[in-house]
């Protein structure tokens, strides 16, 4: 019996559908979003305590905590609390945008992506809490030329490092949420 070349589309479309997993529904797509983004945040937070640090120890030994009421504690929970939260809002962001399809390149891309993201986002976040201290329109525009700036310099001198780290845990993380399937 002899098949002709329709019939043969027909039964390898009838089998590539028997194979297909269904799609996942919006609640599995968001857990998965959500898990992706709290990993890249921590890793993220990570990276920026461990720079920090570094920093800190070869710099200047007063970084953080330059007056009484923001030193200690309450400067390095303010300064988590502000940084995990950029990290995980732009690893939200780029997880849903790229990584959806649930491959590996498509993790790496949006872990890379969340990382440039972040070096934007965390000194955009860190002028907006001083400018509710100094309202004065000088010194809000002062800080966002300043913000800008500290951005770039972030992006060149630790870029290198927070990049393929977020690239390399978005790889982590789409391969362990299935990862081995091939995208459409």
């Excluded at 799609?23 to 857990?31: G, H, V, Y």
Aim: net charge positive; hydrophobic share 50%.
């Amino acid at each position: 019996m002899e098949l002709d070349d329709a019939q043969l589309l027909r039964v390898r479309d009838e089998l590539l559908a028997a194979q297909a997993l269904p799609p996942p529904s919006a609640a599995r797509i968001w857990r998965q979003s959500i898990i992706a983004a709290a990993g890249l945040a921590l890793a993220g937070t990570g990276c920026f305590w461990l720079l920090l640090s570094w920093i800190e120890s070869r710099l200047t030994p007063t970084l953080r905590g330059s007056s009484s009421r923001e030193s200690g504690v309450w400067s390095t929970v303010g300064m988590t609390i502000l940084v995990g939260g950029s990290v995980f809002s732009a690893a939200l962001l780029c997880w849903r945008c790229f990584a959806i399809r649930g491959n590996k390149s498509d993790g790496v891309l949006a872990g890379a992506l969340s990382a440039v993201v972040s070096h934007f986002l965390i000194p955009t976040a860190l002028c907006v809490c001083v400018a509710l201290n100094h309202p004065e329109p000088a010194q809000i525009l002062k800080l966002v030329e300043a913000g800008f700036l500290f951005s770039l310099m972030s992006v060149l001198f630790f870029g290198w490092i927070t990049i393929p780290v977020g690239a390399f845990v978005g790889w982590v993380i789409a391969y362990h949420q299935g990862g081995n399937r091939a995208s459409p």
